[in-house]
Structure formats: structure tokens, C-alpha cells
């Protein structure tokens, strides 16, 4: 009850929350309670749940998945209108929610009114939008914004709130946004997430990080810190173009980088990092609440090395 609180105190009084153990499942039951097995999600060619989860939403909530291709990870109204088209078909899965990240797997951001538009959009359509929200809080930071305002005042339906990318050991929730048109899903959603296993005997452990989480903003100063350490990893890595070549605008705590391919398995020796894209190769560089300068600065030092 108290991290309940807590919740509601930060995204508002109409946050109904319900703790998970991870992110995965935090996406998996949002799209579960919002949709049923002939409605489609549309979301990214590169968000999480289309690439990273292993076939969970279709496997467990039995919807499909649209992928709309998108330069830098976000979506708009433009990109999702030519996928309604369907809607009435009885031979096409309906569209019925849209999935967006914030930040988006690529670390772009979307603003307060990019998020406003794209609801707006959702709803006058019929259709409900979901946040992945595992890095909400560098999203919050950049872009100086509260949760509550990009999230409940943005018109987000359902979130996927991480604690995990930002210092928590573990734990997840999902806050379902009590509107008239979500209430059955509010009703609904303890039945389902007790049925996917969701539901630990001791959620105390799982919920009780949460009040340390924003107590005195920990979770905002968290991210401040990774933030701070991609911008200036990204300042660092500028020397080295056009032998390094950053992809993506930085506006959270991921770098996107083209290395040469010769320097890579020589690099992966000393440092740890995901293989973005193996056509260049891009590499994901992140950084986090506990990343210091040194760090970066030897991971500086070696590319001079190597370079």
C-alpha cells in the first residue's frame, strides 16, 4: 500500500498499479488485458516486443504483431494511418492498440506533444496506446518533464513502468490509467496477471524498492547521472569521426555508434557492449546511474589504441 501510494503521488490519484517481475511481462500483460486474439499491435521494427521478447506477445496474449519501419524508433499518426485501413475486415486482424517505447530502443525521446498527438490520434480511431516505459525516467530527465505529464496528461492508456535500467534489482509494474474506457481492463487485470504467473506470495520484496526508488527523487538523479555520462561519452567520441560515426541523436543513455569492423573483436576483449547491427558494425554503448568519466575515458584511451 505504501508504494502504491507512492505511485499515485508521482503519476496521479487515477494510477492503478500492479507490480510484475519484469519487463517483459510488464509489456505481455498490458497488451493481454487491452486486446483479445483477432486484434494487432502496431508498433516499431525495432521496439522491444517485436524483437527482444522471444515471441511473448503473440505466444501468450495470441495477437500479431504490425511493424511500421521507423528512421528513429518513434511513431506518428502518418506512419500508423495506412495500417486502419483493415479495420471491419473480418479477414485482417483489427487493430486495436499501439505500442510505443519511451525511450525508444534506439534512445530517442518522444516530446509532450508528439505523445499528445499520437494518443489523440489512437483514440479518435478507437484505438489505445501503450507505453514501454523501462527507460521512462531518462526520458523524464532529458526532456525535464514529470512522469505524470508523459504518461496520465499525454493520454498513455497503459504503462510498463521499469525500475530495472535504472538501479533497482528487480521489479517491473504496470500502471493502467483509470479513464471510463479503461475500467474493465483495470477490473480484468489481476485475473490475468495472477493466470501468467505474475503474482508472487512476497510482492512486498518486489514492491518495497519502489519506495525507495522515489523517495528524495533517486530514480530522477539516477538518470540524470546516465544521461550526463552519454553525453559525455558522445562529446568523446566526435574526435574519432569518421572512423566512428554516431547514429542516433543522443537523448538519453544510449550511444549508437559505427565502428570499423577491424577494431571490434579487439574491443569486445576489454569492454562490454551489444552488437546493435552487425552491418557496419553498430554497437550499443550505454551508460548508466553508476558509470563514472574514467570509465569512459579508458574506453577512450583503447579506441585511441586501436584507431
Not at 85 to 110: A, D, F, K, M, W
Not at 185 to 201: A, E, G, H, P, T
Request: net charge neutral; hydrophobic share 40%; glycine share 6%.
Amino acid at each position: 500500500e505504501q508504494a502504491i501510494n507512492k505511485f499515485k503521488e508521482v503519476f496521479g490519484e487515477d494510477a492503478e498499479v500492479f507490480f510484475t517481475l519484469t519487463g517483459t511481462a510488464s509489456n505481455v500483460l498490458s497488451i493481454r488485458a487491452f486486446t483479445k486474439p483477432f486484434n494487432s499491435v502496431l508498433c516499431t521494427d525495432v521496439s522491444h516486443i517485436n524483437i527482444d521478447e522471444c515471441g511473448a506477445p503473440e505466444n501468450i496474449a495470441g495477437i500479431k504483431l504490425v511493424q511500421i519501419k521507423s528512421a528513429d524508433g518513434k511513431l506518428n499518426p502518418k506512419m500508423i494511418a495506412p495500417h486502419l485501413g483493415v479495420i471491419g475486415n473480418e479477414h485482417h486482424s483489427q487493430p486495436r492498440l499501439i505500442s510505443i517505447t519511451q525511450t525508444t530502443e534506439v534512445g530517442t525521446v518522444y516530446t509532450y506533444n508528439e505523445l499528445k498527438e499520437l494518443t489523440e490520434f489512437a483514440h479518435n480511431n478507437g484505438l489505445y496506446v501503450h507505453m514501454d516505459g523501462a527507460r521512462l525516467a531518462n526520458a523524464a530527465s532529458y526532456l525535464n518533464l514529470s512522469l505524470k505529464k508523459l504518461t496520465y496528461d499525454a493520454g498513455i492508456d497503459v504503462l510498463s513502468f521499469g525500475g530495472t535500467k535504472n538501479g533497482m534489482m528487480i521489479g517491473e509494474a504496470v500502471i493502467i490509467f483509470n479513464r471510463e474506457s479503461n475500467r474493465n481492463f483495470i477490473d480484468s487485470f489481476k485475473y490475468i496477471r495472477k493466470q501468467s504467473m505474475q503474482l508472487l506470495s512476497k510482492m512486498r520484496y518486489i514492491s518495497s524498492q519502489f519506495i525507495a526508488y522515489f523517495e528524495n527523487d533517486l530514480w530522477l538523479k539516477n538518470a540524470e547521472h546516465a544521461n550526463k555520462m552519454a553525453q559525455y561519452l558522445s562529446n568523446k567520441l566526435l574526435e574519432f569521426y569518421p572512423d566512428i560515426e554516431i547514429m542516433y541523436k543522443i537523448e538519453g543513455n544510449a550511444v549508437f555508434v559505427k565502428i570499423p569492423e577491424r577494431i571490434l573483436d579487439e574491443l569486445k576483449k576489454d569492454f562490454y557492449f551489444y552488437i546493435w547491427d552487425n552491418n557496419g558494425p553498430v554497437i550499443r554503448l550505454m551508460s548508466s546511474f553508476e558509470t563514472n568519466r574514467s570509465d569512459i575515458d579508458n574506453l577512450v584511451s583503447r579506441l585511441k589504441q586501436l584507431l
